[in-house]
């Protein structure tokens, strides 16, 4: 037996609606909110290993509760690696990248996408207000996106074997 073309369709716009509506906060439900920071006077040397021992590829830059910047690998690699600089010497806030794009929990996963795109980065923080509530990264967008997909295939599968 065939399957009704019109229903599959209608279950793959489903997915895709529900892939648009999809927020930063359902990310943040199923990853948590876990917020990785240090302090601008930090060395570098000491971020890299803070990073490690994290296994992630960003920290925050906070003091007093306000977000000053983002310290990522690129920084590293770029600002230390390729400049011939020591990170043993060098302070995180001589080289984080202090114009921090940041999303809202209420923002698309779709937004989320086109800045990491458009602005070639990797990590975003959650700002609900002035307050940090989280960060996103490339993997946790293209998780949530695969977890979707593979939603839509389950239901297909189960509509076909009907």
Do not use: W
């Not at 895709?16 to 930090?42: A, P």
């Amino acid at each position: 037996m065939q399957p009704n073309l019109l229903a599959v369709k209608q279950i793959c716009l489903i997915n895709d609606l529900k892939q648009l509506s999809m927020k930063v906060s359902d990310i943040l439900k199923s990853k948590g909110s876990n917020v990785y920071s240090i302090t601008s006077g930090l060395t570098v040397l000491d971020a890299l290993k803070a990073m490690g021992e994290k296994n992630i590829g960003a920290l925050l830059v906070i003091e007093e509760g306000k977000l000053l910047g983002i310290f990522s690998e690129r920084d590293y690699a770029r600002k230390i690696v390729l400049k011939g600089k020591s990170s043993n010497d060098t302070l995180v806030k001589e080289i984080m990248t202090e114009k921090v794009i940041s999303v809202s929990p209420n923002d698309s996963i779709e937004r989320c996408m086109e800045l990491m795109s458009e602005k070639h980065i990797r990590h975003l923080p959650v700002m609900s207000g002035e307050e940090v509530s989280g960060v996103i990264s490339i993997t946790d967008v293209v998780t949530a996106i695969i977890a979707s997909q593979k939603e839509t295939i389950s239901h297909l599968q189960n509509y076909i074997s009907q």
